[in-house]
């Protein structure tokens, strides 16, 4: 095994042992009837939303404006997901219909 | 007994089936085209199993990102599981040991807005139908994974661009999320900071301070957050 391989399996660790304790913390502390703390319940239907937003942003961290093609293509296929899922409301048609249309512009177009 | 909790639990995870085997299969041809065949595609689909946060892990390891800011990049993005835990502490209440185990740790999303909202039949034990729900979300995922980096090895076209699937995948779910909230703050906000963060810190070191500004504004507006939420 070489030192990637080991790198890449202890990443795939520590991501799955965290996730596994976001879901087994609240029964771990509240398992036993507590009423969980205002604060936490509040951050917890707030968050989502936030999260959500900064992972768009994290998506197109590498665009650079200044130089061509000047995120256009980035730009034109996010505003048809977003358009055709305000349309249509399927979450499955507007991924694929994005990604289609960004890999035609990527590969033909720009 | 098992035979009617898994007649009762299938047609209800149909919808998910359909969902979990496309994008599965994006994930699966994603990892692929970024070196990793599809046994890390099914190891990591058996073992993380969330997945939003698995298609942020085929970044963070074809980037090589450190063990601290992958743990710090899961926890932020899978905060939210805490709170389906809480809500789901009433119902997995009666079941007990490894099934228990299982439950906890196969409660995505999708799973848990089923088994959320369905009751399992008269004569038919809870904990098994929320088992088989659970176990066959599972499956689909698994098997949505493994066929894509199959597929990603066979595929003859040119799959420049396929990479977007992720983009698409937040920029929905953050549509759809605007579409249901009727305040929209906290995506706001989530938008805002991170944006301004990028500017400051730069590309490849702006998401801790984003993850940090975020919860501590969030905090902040709380108040205000919840008179609007009220209104």
Known sequence: ?110 | MNKRAIKAAFPLTIPVMAGYLVLGMGFGLLLQRNGYSFLWAGLMSLTIYAGSMQYVAVDLLSGGASLISSALMTLMINARHLFYGLSMLEKYRKVKGAKKAYLIHALTDETYSLVCSAQPPEGVDSGAFYFWISFLDQCYWILGSILGGLLGQVIPFDTTGVDFAMTALFVVIFTEQWLTHKNHLPALIGLGVSFICLLLFGPDSFIIPSMVAIALLLTLLRHRTEEEEAA
């Open chain 1, 1 to 110: 095994m070489d030192h990637n391989t080991l790198s890449s399996l202890l990443t795939v660790l520590v991501i799955a042992l965290v996730t596994l304790l976001t879901r087994l913390l609240p029964f771990l502390v509240f398992g036993g009837r507590k009423e969980p703390p205002a604060i936490i319940l509040y951050l917890g239907r707030v968050l989502p939303c936030a999260i959500m937003g900064m992972l768009v942003v994290y998506c197109l961290r590498s665009i650079s404006p200044a130089a061509a093609p000047y995120g256009l293509p980035e730009l034109m296929a996010v505003a048809a997901a977003v358009g055709l899922h305000v349309w249509k409301r399927s979450t499955l048609l507007s991924i694929a219909v994005s990604t289609v249309l960004y890999m035609v512009l990527v590969q033909a177009v720009f």
